[in-house]
């Protein structure tokens, strides 16, 4: 199966915060999305790796996602190296993305600019036609270089390159954010409190949408920064 965008994370939950809203109006407007994520998450203090893999699965479904897996990298000791670039790489050719979407390029998690790294330079790789891969079947691979890789934000704040008007689909987002029930505020957990667990952690999420819709006119947006420069075909194009 083709996709339209492939959205890479360190985190099970990285893309419902970083880019959820973005996932769920092109999923509406009927372009192919997956996501991979790179770890099961299992060092997070709440929950399980299962139970996180079935929050995922549910958050998925609610934002239209077309694919959804796990590489099974290690949560927190991942590197870019090249083994995890060959990892990346096969999942960049089998599913063909024109767009990647990935994690923030500096973050307070170190597994975020990590990510962020790992992800544009995968996406670097897979173009390159002498680096030779078998998908599952052992068939050869074909090279191939998606357009364009964007970066959501995560905690810390960035300046974006470009917001998404992402008005019409904030309630989805935050439905998918909250499929993460052992991970986000809920006042009958006994587990214990972690920096996004706060109340004020899902506050701070809306008011930088808010922030980032507010500075393009729109309700609630998600801002994305990209190593180039943006380009449009029409000035008509930007809102
Ligand atoms: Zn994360």
């Not at 372009?31 to 790796?49: A, M, N, Q």
């Amino acid at each position: 199966m083709k996709l339209d965008i492939l959205v890479l994370a360190a985190h099970p939950d990285d893309a419902e915060l970083g880019c959820g809203g973005t996932i769920a109006l092109h999923t509406s407007l009927g372009h192919k999305v997956g996501i991979i994520d790179f770890t099961r998450g299992e060092l997070g203090t709440r929950g399980t790796p299962d139970t996180r893999e079935e929050e995922a699965k549910q958050s998925a479904d609610i934002l239209g996602a077309s694919v959804r897996e796990n590489l099974q990298l290690k949560d927190g000791f991942f590197q870019n190296d090249p083994v995890s670039q060959l990892t990346v790489l096969k999942v960049i050719r089998q599913y063909q993305p024109r767009i990647i979407l990935a994690n923030a390029i500096y973050d307070r998690h170190i597994d975020h600019a990590k990510g962020a790294s790992l992800a544009y330079d995968a996406s670097f790789l897979s173009g390159l036609a002498k680096i030779e891969t078998l998908d599952v079947h052992g068939r050869k691979q074909s090279p191939w270089r998606p357009d364009a890789v964007y970066h959501y934000v995560q905690s810390h704040f960035i300046l974006p390159d470009f917001v998404v008007d992402i008005s019409s689909h904030w309630e989805t987002k935050m439905k998918a954010v909250k499929a993460f029930k052992s991970q986000f505020f809920n006042p009958a957990s006994h587990e214990p409190e972690t920096y996004i667990s706060k109340p004020g952690f899902l506050k701070m999420l809306e008011a930088r949408a808010v922030e980032y819709g507010h500075a393009i006119g729109a309700t609630y947006g998600e801002g994305f920064t990209v190593r180039r420069f943006p380009g449009v075909s029409s000035l008509f194009d930007l809102k």
